[in-house]
């Protein structure tokens, strides 16, 4: 059977010489390195092919790019083996153009199994196919994706096992036998480990990946932990000393999700008895963030810390989560009083619903000072379980105070040196390693 191409080919400028009539003895001619990247045939497909050309002769012309074969390795090999002679297209492209090329011709194999795909686009990603002298070196990883119909992760993987992986391990995934996932673990495997794997043995891969997952996870929760005793070890102690205050923002580290957080986490019994109306002016305003799984125990806070709840606001994160019941997009933020406060401007109401790009695990957007400024300029505030600078003060409001182990403001006439070594809690190991 002949190579079958797609008609895009009758695009691209030919022409067309009988293998007699080339400059050089057609049977010395190279493979150009952009046809390599595609998958052979099975012996079947060859002999198949070798009998087709014998009984017909070919029908479909080889294509060149300058003086090497850009499109039908396969015909012009079992017409080498046959001893038909063959007859050829010379294309005319430009340098930059190859990969798009190279894919038309080649677009009937888009139904190639993924691995395969990826691959290929690994291969292509990592070749200077396409490029010249005005290009960064190689074909985009993004563009092959594309045109392939596959992710941009499953590239990646291919890539990690063309550079790291035994020609062994390369090979297995080429053939289907280990798919790229598997694959890019092993890859992670000293060339040497890996040469001791029998790659036709599909249990002991998958025993194999599992191995190597079960190792990075431990060493991801070791070095988690060891973050979190060392943000602990910066732990300030929270007294009247700080200041007094008319609004308290809060964003108390829950304890839901154990070690899975990177900083350590508070009981709810720890978080009520935090001596918050140390620091809380005899009116004040306490805005409070809780994830929804956590209402009922984050209204007891507020009660503890002497606080009333009155409303909330929703922070709307614009990308869907976890969750049991349903995907997680957006958290709470409490709003409690405490006696009397000043009314916020009717100028100054933000809405309900609030839009902001998702940040990293825990932090919150700064755009909310700005809006507690505008709510209450007139009253002090301090940011509790702060991380890094706390606010300067927006719109003219007094520049905020801050407490937590990741906080950098130093309150006066305090040193932070002097504050890390009053612990606000004892050390609570057993918390930490279950």
Same mark, same amino acid.
Request: with cysteine; glycine share 6%.
């Given at each position: 059977?002949?190579?079958?191409?797609?008609?895009?080919?009758?695009?691209?400028?030919? #022409?067309?010489?009988?293998?007699?009539?080339?400059?050089?003895?057609?049977?010395?001619?190279?493979?150009?390195?952009?046809?390599?990247?595609?998958?052979?045939?099975?012996?079947?497909?060859?002999?198949?092919?070798?009998?087709?050309?014998?009984?017909?002769?070919?029908?479909?012309?080889?294509? +060149?790019?300058?003086?090497?074969?850009?499109?039908?390795?396969?015909?012009?090999?079992?017409?080498?083996?046959?001893?038909? #002679?063959?007859?050829?297209?010379? @294309?005319?492209?430009? =340098?930059?153009? !190859?990969?798009? +090329?190279?894919?038309?011709?080649?677009?009937?194999?888009?139904?190639?199994?993924?691995?395969?795909?990826?691959?290929?686009?690994?291969?292509?990603?990592?070749?200077?196919?396409?490029?010249?002298?005005?290009?960064?070196?190689?074909?985009?990883?993004?563009?092959?994706?594309?045109?392939?119909?596959?992710?941009?992760?499953?590239?990646?993987?291919?890539?990690?096992?063309?550079?790291?992986? @035994?020609?062994?391990?390369?090979?297995?995934?080429?053939?289907?036998?280990?798919?790229?996932?598997?694959?890019?673990?092993?890859?992670?495997?000293?060339?040497?480990?890996?040469?001791?794997?029998? &790659?036709?043995?599909?249990?002991?891969?998958?025993?194999?990946?599992?191995?190597?997952?079960?190792?990075? &996870?431990?060493?991801?929760?070791?070095?988690?932990?060891?973050?979190?005793?060392?943000?602990?070890?910066?732990?300030?102690?929270? #007294?009247?000393?700080?200041?007094?205050?008319?609004? !308290?923002?809060?964003?108390?580290? *829950?304890?839901?999700?154990?070690?899975?957080?990177?900083?350590?986490?508070?009981?709810?019994?720890?978080?009520?008895?935090?001596?918050?109306?140390? !620091?809380?002016?005899?009116?004040?305003?306490?805005?409070? *963030?809780?994830?929804?799984?956590?209402?009922?125990?984050?209204?007891?806070?507020?009660?503890?810390?002497?606080?009333? &709840?009155?409303?909330?606001?929703?922070? =709307?994160?614009?990308?869907?989560?976890?969750?049991?019941?349903?995907?997680?997009?957006?958290?709470?933020?409490?709003?409690?009083?405490?006696?009397?406060?000043?009314?916020?401007?009717?100028?100054?109401? %933000?809405?309900?619903?609030?839009?902001?790009?998702?940040?990293?695990?825990?932090?919150?957007?700064?755009?909310?000072?700005?809006?507690?400024?505008?709510?209450? %300029?007139?009253?002090?505030?301090?940011?509790?379980?702060?991380?890094?600078?706390?606010?300067?003060? &927006?719109?003219?409001?007094?520049? *905020?105070?801050? *407490?937590?182990?990741?906080?950098?403001?130093?309150?006066?006439?305090?040193?932070?040196?002097?504050?890390? =070594?009053?612990?606000?809690?004892? %050390?609570?190991?057993?918390?930490?390693?279950?």
């Amino acid at each position: 059977m002949n190579e079958i191409n797609d008609n895009k080919q009758e695009q691209v400028n030919t #022409t067309t010489h009988p293998g007699q009539a080339l400059a050089v003895d057609w049977k010395t001619l190279e493979i150009h390195e952009a046809a390599l990247l595609f998958p052979p045939m099975t012996d079947q497909e060859f002999a198949e092919l070798k009998d087709d050309i014998r009984k017909n002769g070919l029908l479909v012309p080889i294509k +060149l790019l300058g003086d090497k074969v850009i499109d039908g390795r396969n015909r012009f090999q079992a017409c080498k083996e046959t001893g038909v #002679t063959p007859s050829f297209e010379v @294309i005319e492209a430009a =340098n930059e153009d !190859i990969w798009s +090329l190279v894919y038309s011709l080649n677009a009937v194999r888009r139904n190639l199994p993924e691995h395969k795909k990826a691959m290929i686009a690994a291969g292509l990603a990592n070749s200077s196919v396409g490029t010249n002298q005005h290009t960064a070196g190689a074909v985009s990883q993004k563009k092959v994706a594309e045109e392939l119909g596959i992710s941009v992760d499953s590239v990646l993987r291919a890539k990690k096992v063309l550079k790291n992986g @035994i020609p062994e391990l390369v090979e297995a995934v080429s053939s289907g036998r280990i798919n790229i996932s598997a694959a890019a673990k092993l890859a992670e495997l000293a060339k040497a480990d890996q040469a001791q794997l029998d &790659f036709n043995d599909i249990k002991t891969i998958q025993d194999a990946s599992k191995a190597i997952n079960k190792a990075k &996870f431990e060493v991801r929760r070791q070095e988690r932990l060891q973050a979190i005793e060392a943000k602990r070890a910066n732990n300030k102690p929270l #007294t009247s000393g700080l200041g007094n205050f008319g609004v !308290i923002y809060a964003d108390p580290p *829950w304890d839901y999700l154990g070690t899975a957080v990177p900083y350590p986490v508070m009981t709810l019994q720890e978080i009520c008895d935090l001596p918050v109306p140390s !620091i809380c002016a005899e009116d004040a305003v306490l805005f409070m *963030w809780c994830s929804n799984s956590l209402l009922p125990d984050a209204l007891k806070v507020v009660a503890a810390w002497g606080f009333t &709840f009155k409303t909330s606001m929703v922070w =709307n994160k614009g990308v869907a989560g976890q969750g049991a019941y349903c995907r997680q997009m957006h958290e709470t933020l409490l709003v409690c009083l405490k006696n009397v406060v000043p009314e916020v401007p009717f100028s100054a109401r %933000p809405p309900s619903v609030l839009n902001y790009p998702r940040l990293e695990h825990s932090r919150k957007p700064r755009e909310f000072c700005d809006l507690i400024d505008a709510m209450y %300029p007139e009253l002090n505030k301090v940011e509790l379980f702060a991380r890094g600078d706390v606010s300067p003060g &927006f719109g003219g409001a007094p520049a *905020w105070a801050g *407490w937590g182990n990741e906080c950098d403001y130093t309150p006066p006439g305090s040193t932070t040196t002097e504050a890390a =070594n009053d612990p606000l809690l004892p %050390p609570a190991p057993d918390r930490l390693q279950a």
